[in-house]
């Protein structure tokens, strides 16, 4: 399985990025993923996650402005991102869960496959 973040660069406060997270090796469809971010000297903390059934998580300093969404075709999970914030910036991942249709889990323990990181940067 491999996971491909992408998306990421350099936005003004206010502005939109979306990350996307292309997965090889299995469906991603039939899996939850998460979209987590790790900013300097800060844990690694989950903002959003989907479920096979599209269930979503989200957590509450991004809700209403973040959207996860999955296009099967494309085999691609993506983050939306508005209004972003100067505390959005980070280093951005998407991981997925190893169990076929499992619960949608909260936290980097409930993953176990993991992408490389995209940098979001935003400025004010």
């Known amino acids: 399985v491999q996971l491909q973040a992408s998306g990421g660069g350099l936005v003004e406060a206010g502005g939109s990025l979306r990350l996307s997270c292309a997965a090889s090796?299995?469906?991603?469809?039939?899996?939850?993923t998460g979209w987590f971010r790790q900013a300097p000297g800060k844990e690694r903390e989950q903002v959003a996650g989907?479920?096979?059934?599209?269930?979503?998580y989200y957590a509450d300093s991004v809700k209403g402005r973040f959207t996860i969404s999955r296009d099967n075709a494309k085999n691609t999970v993506y983050l939306q991102m508005n209004s972003l914030k100067s505390e959005d910036t980070a280093v951005y991942y998407c991981?997925?869960?190893?169990?076929?249709?499992?619960?949608?889990?909260?936290?980097?323990?409930?993953?176990?496959?993991w992408g490389q990181g995209t940098l979001v940067t935003v400025s004010s």
């Open positions: 989907i479920s096979a059934g599209r269930s979503t």
């Open positions: 991981a997925a869960d190893a169990t076929y249709r499992g619960r949608l889990g909260v936290g980097a323990r409930e993953y176990d496959f």
């Open positions: 090796g299995r469906t991603v469809s039939n899996y939850a």
